[in-house]
């Protein structure tokens, strides 16, 4: 259940409360760290996106190991009762070596994202936008109308949309977001209906299949998944069949999981992937990802990754493998700075399977 605006008194005792029981904020991780679901910190209540009033409290309170002073009142986004606003920014500087190639060095903004949501009836309708500032032009992300029913148990979303599909990483470069095609770059329009009941987490979607691009046939996209939560681990269970194409269909499929060990919260999802969208017979893949994060202490993450990718199960030793070690150090509130470096291995024909990366990004958040 969503956590919308308090009087000033009620937030002050809220903040000791987030203190104690969310050390998390917009990663998958976070949420196998503190046993929640997505919707807990988020807006969207499959995770991303703008971060509701329980989340932005966090932020100020428990997220960071050192807060700076704003005075008598904590950020929560809200305008008004009935209006709330948030941004993202993400700006890159990066080394990457190709193989046979000069070595590139480059800053980079990544993204800056602004978000709102009006809402009529407070926890019950709402009005949701995700827009994409920069770099380039404006690009819509996300614009849809939520119903939730009253006791929060259901809901039904309608518009442009990310589709829910195994873990809502923050890296889109991640091969079982790229694999999938199910990602936060490739949102698509359509309806989505979700059920919430316990530690049972649902979604259901019918989309156009294009991405948000336009429609060329009468084909469609549907989608769904099952996760179960404990306070201590989750699994889950998710399946995509797409006809769109003219050509075929293809069906993704996929299984994941969390589980906390002390500080350290480990994420593992496999994707398996039937594509005839290419017009020349099915293509089986797989997509593989392994996932380590070490709380080191209040503010200071590292997380170690390991993926694998097999592009045709039919061809043997086509396989790619990445591992990547990055340091997230938050120092203040609403500002995380992030450092590391990613190994990629391949097929000794495709130099582009050999990069090198090492990047330092700084991430503001509100």
Same mark, same amino acid.
């Not at 889950?236 to 194409?245: E, I, Q, R, S």
């Not at 099915?282 to 994060?293: G, H, P």
């Given at each position: 259940?969503?956590?919308r605006?308090y009087?000033?008194a009620m937030?002050?005792l809220l903040a000791?409360?987030?203190?104690?029981i969310?050390?998390a904020?917009?990663?998958?991780?976070?949420?196998?760290?503190?046993?929640f679901? !997505?919707?807990? !910190?988020?807006v969207?209540?499959?995770?991303?996106g703008?971060?509701?009033?329980?989340g932005?409290?966090?932020?100020q309170t428990q997220l960071?190991?050192?807060?700076?002073?704003?005075?008598?009142?904590?950020?929560?986004?809200d305008?008004?009762k009935?209006?709330s606003v948030?941004?993202d920014?993400?700006?890159?500087?990066?080394?990457?070596?190709?193989?046979q190639?000069?070595s590139?060095?480059?800053f980079?903004?990544e993204q800056?994202?602004v978000y709102?949501d =009006?809402?009529?009836?407070?926890?019950?309708?709402?009005v949701?936008?995700?827009?994409?500032v =920069?770099p /380039?032009?404006?690009?819509n992300?996300e614009?849809y109308?939520?119903?939730?029913s009253a006791?929060?148990?259901?809901?039904?979303?309608a518009?442009?949309?990310y589709?829910?599909?195994?873990?809502?990483l923050?890296?889109?470069?991640a091969?079982v977001?790229? &694999?999938?095609?199910i990602?936060?770059t490739?949102?698509?329009?359509?309806?989505?209906?979700?059920?919430e009941?316990g530690?049972w987490?649902?979604?259901?979607t019918v989309?156009?299949?294009?991405a948000?691009?336009?429609?060329s046939?009468?084909?469609?996209?549907?989608g769904g998944q099952?996760?179960?939560v404990e306070p201590?681990?989750?699994?889950?269970?998710a399946?995509?069949?797409?006809?769109?194409?003219?050509?075929g /269909?293809? /069906?993704t499929?996929g299984?994941f999981?969390?589980v906390r060990?002390?500080p350290?919260a480990?994420?593992g999802?496999v994707d398996?992937?039937?594509d005839?969208?290419?017009?020349n017979?099915a293509v089986k893949?797989?997509a593989t990802l392994?996932?380590a994060?070490?709380r080191?202490?209040? /503010?200071?993450?590292?997380k170690v990754?390991?993926?694998f990718y097999d592009p045709?199960?039919?061809?043997?030793?086509n396989?790619?493998?990445?591992?990547s070690? &990055?340091?997230?150090?938050?120092p203040?509130?609403?500002?995380?700075l992030?450092?590391g470096?990613?190994?990629s291995?391949g097929?000794?024909?495709?130099?582009a399977?050999?990069?090198r990366?090492i990047?330092?990004q700084?991430?503001?958040?509100?």
């Amino acid at each position: 259940m969503r956590i919308r605006p308090y009087p000033l008194a009620m937030r002050w005792l809220l903040a000791p409360l987030l203190f104690l029981i969310l050390p998390a904020h917009a990663e998958p991780y976070l949420a196998v760290q503190t046993g929640f679901k !997505c919707g807990q !910190c988020h807006v969207n209540p499959t995770g991303g996106g703008e971060r509701n009033t329980f989340g932005n409290v966090f932020a100020q309170t428990q997220l960071a190991p050192r807060r700076i002073d704003t005075g008598s009142d904590v950020w929560t986004g809200d305008v008004t009762k009935f209006l709330s606003v948030g941004g993202d920014l993400r700006f890159d500087g990066s080394y990457s070596k190709v193989p046979q190639s000069p070595s590139v060095n480059q800053f980079d903004l990544e993204q800056a994202r602004v978000y709102l949501d =009006a809402s009529p009836i407070p926890q019950r309708l709402s009005v949701y936008v995700d827009e994409q500032v =920069a770099p /380039g032009g404006a690009l819509n992300r996300e614009a849809y109308g939520v119903y939730w029913s009253a006791d929060h148990d259901w809901y039904v979303k309608a518009g442009q949309m990310y589709l829910p599909f195994g873990f809502r990483l923050q890296d889109q470069t991640a091969l079982v977001r790229q &694999v999938s095609g199910i990602n936060m770059t490739t949102p698509d329009k359509g309806a989505e209906f979700g059920w919430e009941r316990g530690a049972w987490d649902t979604q259901f979607t019918v989309s156009n299949g294009t991405a948000g691009g336009p429609v060329s046939n009468h084909g469609k996209q549907y989608g769904g998944q099952l996760i179960y939560v404990e306070p201590l681990w989750r699994v889950g269970l998710a399946a995509n069949y797409n006809d769109a194409a003219a050509t075929g /269909g293809r /069906g993704t499929y996929g299984a994941f999981a969390g589980v906390r060990t002390g500080p350290i919260a480990w994420l593992g999802e496999v994707d398996y992937i039937n594509d005839r969208s290419l017009g020349n017979g099915a293509v089986k893949s797989v997509a593989t990802l392994a996932e380590a994060n070490w709380r080191i202490a209040q /503010g200071h993450n590292l997380k170690v990754t390991g993926e694998f990718y097999d592009p045709n199960r039919d061809i043997a030793h086509n396989g790619q493998t990445r591992w990547s070690l &990055v340091y997230e150090l938050t120092p203040i509130q609403f500002v995380q700075l992030r450092a590391g470096a990613r190994y990629s291995d391949g097929i000794p024909q495709v130099p582009a399977q050999h990069t090198r990366l090492i990047f330092v990004q700084l991430h503001g958040f509100f």
